[in-house]
Antibody, heavy 117, light 107 residues
């Protein structure tokens, strides 16, 4: 059974960079697309972007200037970096595995990142 | 970018009721639509993909229909465990936009 686990700091200061890692277990990262999705407290879901295991990426245009998603196949991990964060970036961040033609099938439990000084 | 609009934003119904949630795309997306269920405190769970295909393990009281711009998620007989927020998501092309969500409660 594929499992995903987000990790990273739960508190980030304004203007700094948010960095999260998603570790995949129970299956290989190779051959799949992997996504990041976030959810501000009490609000809806926002697609951040995805990466193919080979490194090809696609980002939400609203975040594109600040987002980088990368992959480390040797560690079975992929990562999210979001620069110049503000309070509006406070959210639960989820990683997920995409299956083409299906959607986000496997999800991590999510990690809350708060942007505050 | 294509916008995804869900309605209603919330609803309250009785156990056993038939519940219908609508998702509208601002441009055609063929059948490239998924529905997710998110219970409080949990990650979303995939219910339906390809607009109408039930994900493995999902109860048959859930069904989806539609194509192009108009899509529907139906719960044929609402159960207490169905209390959740439901989201649609397009995946025909990037960005993979989500609808705003529909919160379902029991009356």
């Amino acid at each position: 059974q594929v499992q995903l686990q987000e990790s990273g700091p739960g508190l980030v200061k304004p203007s700094e960079t948010l960095s999260l890692t998603c570790t995949v277990s129970g299956g290989s990262i190779s051959g799949y697309y992997w996504s990041w999705i976030r959810q501000p407290p009490g609000k809806g879901l926002e697609w951040i972007g995805f990466i193919y295991y080979s490194g090809t990426t696609s980002y939400n245009p609203s975040l594109k200037s600040r987002v980088t998603i990368s992959v480390d196949t040797s560690k079975n991990q992929f990562s999210l970096k979001l620069t110049s964060v503000t309070a509006a970036d406070t959210a639960i961040y989820y990683c997920a595995r995409i299956e083409l033609g299906v959607g986000n099938v496997y999800w991590g439990q999510g990690t809350l990142v708060t942007v505050s000084s | 970018d294509i916008q995804m609009t869900q309605s209603p934003s919330s609803l309250s119904a009785s156990v056993g009721d038939r519940v219908t949630i609508t998702c509208r795309a601002s441009q055609g997306i063929s059948h490239s639509l998924a529905w997710y269920q998110q219970k409080p405190g949990n990650a979303p769970k995939l219910l339906i993909y390809g607009a109408s295909t039930l994900q493995s393990g999902v109860p048959s009281r859930f069904s989806g229909s539609g194509s192009g711009t108009d899509f529907t998620l139906t719960i044929s007989s609402l159960q207490p465990e169905d209390v959740a927020t439901f989201y649609c998501q397009k995946y025909d092309d990037v960005p993979h936009t989500f609808g705003g969500g529909t919160k379902v409660e029991i009356q």
